[in-house]
């Protein structure tokens, strides 16, 4: 009777009582929240005909709430902050929620009355929210495969639950892979590496008891600064192979028969549906619409970008030379001798640069663009515990200082945390049966400075985009002003929801901002004018390895999600033969190969879906370029009117929100242009 989830939180604002939430309480509230969305579910199906909209629609969106609040705590803190006990019952409960949903979806009744409201919807006198809710929810039931027989539809569960399994073990399986490996290092073994590494290098140590020594982990933000400063050749080709075999090993960890497995389920999946591959059954519901147009635009990106990185390891190779490397340029080389070119070509240091990115000052300015675009304020709430003594809490209020959400950041990379960087939420805005304020999360992996000694955690160029990319995601959350629960925030196409978070990195790298945020961390003065001149030179420099590395990525996973058949997939073979079909060139390879490409199979997100990033970046460079257009970039006509996108979810058609922010389509000028790909084809 002690179980949370069973009873009112009293805690401010709806915060998870996290200090009470153990993990024995997750499988008796899953249990419950189905049966609770059952009897709804047949309580809606068992009501008056003819349907209508409240008795039908609003009643499915109200359904399942104790699950939902169940599922996302669990899957929050199991991302974040997982442990034997959490993946055991990610293990356990993955299938059987799936199975859940699938029941929900395929279940005769609910079909027949959202099909049967469907076909009268022009006399419903909808508002346009609730027209394309209905809308929505009839294609989704479609697209489960409410149309199909009962032998089919049983099929249907039966391979969304194995997915769910499959998901769950390939993403344990990164984790493991991540865990097992580190490079534990001696003070001898630190040649090239900066201040900022080595605190970082033995913070990591630290904290695994490896005290006096230092440690580099599999972690983007520990591996990428040692690939890049370490002058050891020998350990930084020791580290990218231990980086690159992530989810290859033999034994159980091995991801890849779980590749095969879940290519096969899908295809078959998308052949129930009447789909010749799982790639044009996941893109007929997305902007894109077709495998065809997302294959043109990675192709309108890929030759160009092969050019430029041509370019790229020609500078490399001619400092490598005069270096004494007599021999080709390998994957493990290339950040290095890339940190040399940029050193000597800009004059330009990254250990010089970081010391203006100082963690807690990028996170002010991320705050202090939110307030000025769109009028919110963050104050802290250091009395609101979070599930982890390194996660903040602050409350975010609008213009009228009413309150608008709660906004929890978790910075840094630790055991147990998945890799990479994402936004999710506690708890989602709706406002359908009174208003419910949002509880947002950002997930990042920096690495934690020597905290014992009290230096700020210094972020790089990248990092602090990724740290405002992230943030934009979580405005999106933030400013959604929706009614129903379904369209709320983020709950966008795939390839939409990358464009709030994209636009918002440009006012970390904007020059304007960068003279406003860039501050030293220990003096508070500015970046001086000459490095930040020569910081923007060098912008656009090695933008042809990072074009390569993650169009090569998105390039494969439409390859593999176009094939038919993928019964017999050889996933090792797939990946030579597209790497040599493509000439990816051998030095750079892909951003995530296929045994640890978790967008693509820890869930399935992002499968068939990797290119919404470069989808979403047409929209956010042609957007961005009407603030410099504006010459101000926080025009406040334009901000009102992108604040209009953040805050109307799925309410509408992506392309007319953007048509009505620009006032036209986005063109791909902008985009070619800040890649530095402008002219190279
Ligand atoms: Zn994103």
Request: with cysteine.
């Amino acid at each position: 009777m002690d179980n949370p989830f069973f009873l009112v939180w009293d805690t401010p604002f709806g915060m998870p009582p996290f200090d009470r939430i153990r993990p024995e309480h997750f499988p008796a509230a899953f249990d419950r929240g189905m049966d609770e969305q059952r009897a709804e579910i047949a309580a809606i199906v068992a009501a008056p005909v003819p349907a209508g909209f409240a008795d039908t629609i609003e009643a499915l969106e109200r359904s399942g709430r104790l699950l939902d609040r169940a599922s996302r705590v669990f899957f929050n803190l199991d991302a974040s902050d997982t442990s034997p006990a959490l993946e055991e019952i990610a293990r356990d409960y993955a299938p059987k929620l799936a199975q859940h949903q699938m029941g929900v979806a395929l279940d005769p009744g609910l079909y027949a009355r959202v099909a049967d409201l469907h076909a009268r919807r022009g006399e419903l006198a909808l508002a346009e929210d609730q027209l394309r809710l209905l809308d929505r929810h009839h294609l989704r039931l479609v697209r489960a495969g409410a149309l199909l027989g009962p032998e089919e539809k049983a099929r249907m569960a039966a391979l969304s639950a194995r997915l769910a399994t499959l998901h769950t073990l390939f993403g344990q399986n990164v984790l493991h892979d991540e865990c097992e490996w580190r490079l534990v290092l001696e003070e001898a073994d630190l040649d090239g590496l900066p201040g900022f590494a080595r605190a970082a290098a033995a913070q990591a140590a630290e904290e695994r008891g490896l005290g006096g020594r230092y440690v580099v982990t599999l972690a983007r933000s520990s591996i990428e600064p040692f690939l890049t400063f370490s002058a050891r050749r020998d350990l930084r080709r020791a580290a990218h192979q231990a980086w690159t075999a992530r989810g290859t090993h033999a034994g159980a960890a091995d991801n890849t028969p779980l590749i095969r497995e879940i290519m096969a389920l899908r295809a078959e999946q998308a052949r129930l549906l009447g789909y010749d591959n799982f790639a044009a059954y996941r893109l007929d519901d997305s902007m894109a619409k077709t495998d065809a147009a997302v294959e043109r635009l990675l192709l309108q990106v890929w030759e160009p970008a092969k050019k430029k990185a041509r370019a790229e390891r020609a500078a490399l190779e001619e400092i490598a030379r005069a270096e004494g490397l007599n021999e080709s340029i390998e994957p493990w080389d290339w950040r290095y001798y890339a940190e040399q070119v940029r050193r000597a070509r800009y004059d330009l240091d990254e250990a010089e640069v970081k010391p203006y990115f100082a963690l807690d000052n990028m996170v002010e300015a991320a705050f202090d663009t939110a307030e000025r675009l769109f009028g919110l304020s963050f104050t802290a709430r250091p009395d609101l515990p979070a599930y982890h003594p390194d996660v903040r809490v602050w409350e975010v209020r609008d213009r009228e200082a009413s309150h608008v959400g709660l906004f929890l950041h978790d910075n840094f990379a630790r055991p147990g945390k998945r890799s990479g960087a994402w936004s999710s939420r506690y708890r989602d805005q709706q406002s359908f049966d009174g208003p419910v304020a949002p509880i947002v999360v950002n997930n990042n992996n920096f690495a934690k400075s020597d905290a014992a000694g009290g230096a700020p955690t210094l972020l790089s160029f990248d990092d602090a985009r990724t740290l405002f990319h992230e943030f934009g995601h979580g405005l999106h959350a933030l400013l959604s002003r929706v009614r129903y629960p379904s369209q709320s925030g983020t709950a966008v196409r795939r390839d939409f929801v990358e464009f709030p978070s994209q636009i918002f990195e440009h006012w970390m790298s904007a020059p304007e901002n960068l003279r406003r945020y860039a501050r030293h961390c220990q003096t508070g003065e500015p970046m001086p004018e000459p490095l930040l001149r020569r910081l923007l030179a060098a912008r656009t420099f090695n933008e042809g390895f990072a074009t390569v590395e993650y169009t090569a990525s998105a390039l494969l996973d439409l390859e593999l999600h176009r094939d038919p058949q993928p019964e017999s997939l050889d996933a090792d073979r797939f990946e030579r033969e597209f790497l040599q079909r493509y000439e990816v060139p051998r030095e750079i390879g892909l951003r995530h190969r296929p045994a640890h490409f978790q967008h693509l199979f820890a869930g399935g997100g992002y499968a068939a879906g990797y290119y919404a990033y470069l989808w979403a970046e047409v929209l956010d460079a042609d957007g961005f370029a009407a603030f410099t257009e504006a010459d101000d970039l926080f025009d406040p006509a334009l901000a009102g009117r992108l604040k209009d996108i953040y805050s109307a979810g799925d309410t509408r058609d992506p392309m007319a929100l953007y048509r009505a922010f620009r006032g036209r389509e986005p063109q791909v000028a902008a985009l070619l242009a800040q890649r530095g790909l402008a002219g190279m084809a």
